[in-house]
């Protein structure tokens, strides 16, 4: 049987550069270009009832060790304190033994959000 064997050489010492000296400010404003377009995505797709679900959703962008991030929140709750929006997505169980199908809704809706971020993003990177 053969050996294989690998030879590197190099460092990635240019991307580390990159990303020490990239501007937080700059992505950050990216996600927040978004975050707007995201609540308005997700509320028009929420099932609506009364509509405090679908004019519940917030979003709110953070740096962490490097990674950026962007969580859309939504803060209608049950009594019980269950996000509403879960019950809906995922389904749930009913007083008398029966279950409410639930309705794919959050995915569908913030995918070409996101799909434009990542683009942004890149477009950034690329600028550079």
Do not use: C
């Not at 020490?20 to 978004?34: A, C, D, H, P, V």
């Not at 859309?72 to 709750?77: K, L, V």
Request: charged share 15%.
């Amino acid at each position: 049987m053969g050996v294989v064997s690998f030879k590197h050489g190099g460092d990635f010492k240019n991307l580390e550069k990159f990303f020490k000296g990239y501007n937080t400010q700059k992505m950050i404003s990216i996600l927040e270009r978004y975050g707007q377009e995201g609540i308005q995505a997700l509320a028009s797709a929420t099932p609506v009832d009364s509509g405090l679900t679908a004019s519940s959703w917030g979003y709110r962008t953070s740096v962490s060790r490097g990674s950026f991030f962007i969580m859309w929140t939504n803060n209608n709750m049950t009594s019980n304190g269950t996000p509403l929006v879960i019950l809906l997505q995922y389904g749930h169980g009913t007083k008398n033994g029966g279950f409410v199908q639930g309705k794919e809704f959050i995915n569908s809706a913030i995918q070409p959000v996101m799909d434009k971020i990542a683009n942004a993003v890149w477009q950034e990177v690329r600028s550079l």
